[in-house]
Nanobody, 121 residues
Framework: QVQLVESGGGSVQPGGSLRLSCATS????????MSWYRQVPGKERDSVAR????????TYAGSVEGRFTISRDNLLNTVWLQMKSLKPEDTAVYYC??????????????WGQGTQVTVSS
């Protein structure tokens, strides 16, 4: 059974930083592309960042390019999202998920509980 457990969220002031973690189990982590998503109430869940299986390719939403960094460790079965220069518009619940291939959009696992990020002065 695929399990995705996000953590590391919190409340920070604009300009602050947070590092989110996603611990996974129940599937062969090293064989899956991983993504971070975020969702605000009343809106769809949007992709924020994606990383391929061997960490050689990453992509980011334009709104976070240059501020967020996705990384992974295939021995720890964990993916991270380092967030810097946070803005109020980054406030959302953040989720991770897996994809069977780089180009597959459909998430592999059920969504975890997510981790809340609040950016406010």
């Amino acid at each position: 059974q695929v399990q995705l457990v996000e953590s590391g969220g919190g409340s920070v002031q604009p300009g602050g930083s947070l590092r989110l973690s996603c611990a996974t189990s129940g599937f062969t982590f090293s064989g899956y592309t991983m993504s971070w998503y975020r969702q605000v109430p009343g809106k769809e869940r949007d992709s924020v960042a994606r990383i391929n299986t061997i960490s050689t390719i990453t992509t980011y939403a334009g709104s976070v390019e240059g501020r967020f960094t996705i990384s992974r460790d295939n021995l720890l079965n964990t993916v991270w999202l380092q967030m810097k220069s946070l803005k109020p518009e980054d406030t959302a619940v953040y989720y991770c998920n897996a994809h069977s291939t780089w180009s597959t959009q459909r998430p592999y696992g059920s969504w975890g509980q997510g981790t809340q990020v609040t950016v406010s002065s």
